[in-house]
DNA sequence: TGACATTTGTTCATATATCGCACAAAATTG
DNA sequence: CAATTTTGTGCGATATATGAACAAATGTCA
C-alpha cells in the first residue's frame, strides 16, 4: 500500500472513539488527547467531527458517545453471516444445557463475543455480542489460540497482560502453551475458575468445511453447581453436537 | 463550529463504515462509492486505511468488516452506565414474564437496542444490543416518540419510512400522534402484530429522577401464545414495577 | 483570600496531506 | 472479442495537521 492510500485523519479518529472503551463514559480534550497519544488540536477536531455527525454530544467541556455510535458495529454484526448462523444452535444448545452458551472470534489478545443465548445471569461479567475477555483465561480463547499453531499463540501470549485473575489463572506461557497442545489433541478447553472465582466453562471449536477454525462455542456455569471435573461428561457431548450440525453450513 | 473544526475525511471513513451496514458483508471499491456517495478514488483510501488498521480485510477484490471493529461500538456499551444499569433488572423481568425483555433509546427514527434478556428465540428477527428497528411501529418506539413532544414526534415521523410491514401496521402520521398522545396519558404502549405478524409487545419509559425519559423497555410475546388483548393485564405490572425499580437509581 | 502555577481550550499561519478529476489499465460481461 | 464496468494512479486544487502562542479556567499554597 502506498503511503497516500491512509486517510490519517481516518485512522485518529478511530483512536478517538476507541479512547471511550477503557471505561471511561465522559472524555474532555486533554483526556482524549493523553489516551491516545495526538495533539489535543488534532483530538478537538475528530471529536467535534463526532459531535457534529451525532455520533457524540458535547456539553461545552465533556464529550460522550451516542448510542449512534453502534451502527458502527452494528454493521458487522448485521453483515457477517456468521453470528445470525450461529444463533439458533446457540439457544438449542443453551435450552438443552441449561446454561448460557456462547460464540467468539479471536481479535489480538482478546476474545470477542459474537452471538450468545444466556440463561438466567448468575454471575458478575455482563457479557453481549461486543463483549471482549482476554482469551489466554476463557475457554474459547484457548480453543481459538490452539488453533493458530505455536508460534503465533505464543506471540499473541507475549503481547498479552497474563494477570493472574483467581488463584487458578495460568499465567505461565510455557504452562499454557503445553494447554493448547492438549487442547488441540483432545478437541476442547476447560476453564476452572481462572477468570472469575465461582465460573467453570468448556468450549469447542468451529471450523468450516475446509477445517479452519472460524469461531468458539461455550457453555459456561457456576461452579458451585458444576463442578470442573464435570463439565466434560456433562456438556461435551452437546457441544460436539453443535459442533457438528454446524460443519456443513459453513461453506468456504 | 466552524469549518476547520470538522474532518471531513473522518466522516467520510464513518460513512463508509455504516455502508456495510445495509446487510452488505462484502463490499468492492465501486459498490461502496455508490452506497456513499463519496469518489472512488476516496472510499479506496478509507477502505485501504480499515484495512491496515485490522478492522477490515482485503482480498485484492472484496472488503468485509472484521469483529475489530465491534471495539468502536463496544466503547459505548461498557463506557455508558445505562445498558449495565438496566441489565439485571432485564434479566429478572424476563424471568418474571417467561418472555424476552428488552431496553432500547431513539436515534433519529430508529429505536436502538442497548440490552436485552431474551428467552428462547421463536421469533424471525435476531435482536441483540446495536440491532435497530423503525421507531415507528414499535411498541419502545412509541413510548419514545411520545416523551418527545408532539412538534418533534412529528418531525421524526416525516423523516420515517411508514412502511406497511403487515396489515395491522400504522402509517398515518395524525393517527400515531393520536396514539402518542393516549401513550403519555396512560403510561404505555402496545403493538399488536405491526411489526411482524405474530409479535406482540408492550412497553413503558424509563425515566431519570428529573422526569426525562432516557429509555424504554419492554416485552415482547409471540401473538399465538398472548393475545394482545392480555398483554396489558399480563406485563404491565411487572414493567411498571421494574420502571418503579430503576427511577431512583438514574440520577443526573 | 489572593497570588502564582498549572491545566485546559482555542486560534492561527504554514507545511503537509488529502480530494476528486481525468486517464489508463485491468477485469467482467454478453 | 467488443463493450462495459471496475480499478489504479498522477496531479493540481483544496483541506487538514501541527505546534506555538494566548486566553480562560482550575488548582495550590501561604
Known sequence: MRETDFV???????????????????????????????????????????AELGYADYDGKFFTLTPKI???????????????????????LSEKAGQSASASVLDGTDIVYIARASQRRVMSINLTPGSRLPAYCASM???????????EA??????????????????DPDELIAEFRRVRA???AIIDQELEIGLCSIAVPIDNDRGET???INIGAPAALVPAAEMKE????LLKETQAALRPLLRR
Open 154 to 171: 505464543r506471540e499473541i501470549l507475549i503481547r498479552s497482560e497474563l494477570k493472574q485473575n483467581t488463584p487458578n489463572t495460568k499465567t
Open 70 to 92: 453502534l451502527r458502527l458495529g452494528h454493521a458487522y454484526l448485521a453483515a457477517t453471516p456468521l453470528p445470525a448462523l450461529l444463533q439458533p444452535h446457540l439457544d438449542h
Open 214 to 216: 472460524v469461531a468458539a
Open 8 to 50: 490519517s485523519g481516518f485512522a485518529r479518529g478511530l483512536k478517538v472513539i476507541e479512547a471511550f472503551g477503557e471505561t471511561r463514559q465522559r472524555l474532555s480534550i486533554a483526556e482524549a488527547s493523553k489516551l491516545t497519544e495526538l495533539d489535543r488540536a488534532t483530538v478537538r477536531r475528530s471529536l467535534l467531527t463526532l
Open 234 to 237: 456433562r456438556y461435551l457431548p
Open 186 to 188: 483432545e478437541g476442547y
Open 141 to 151: 480463547g484457548r480453543v481459538l489460540l490452539a488453533a493458530l499453531g505455536e508460534r
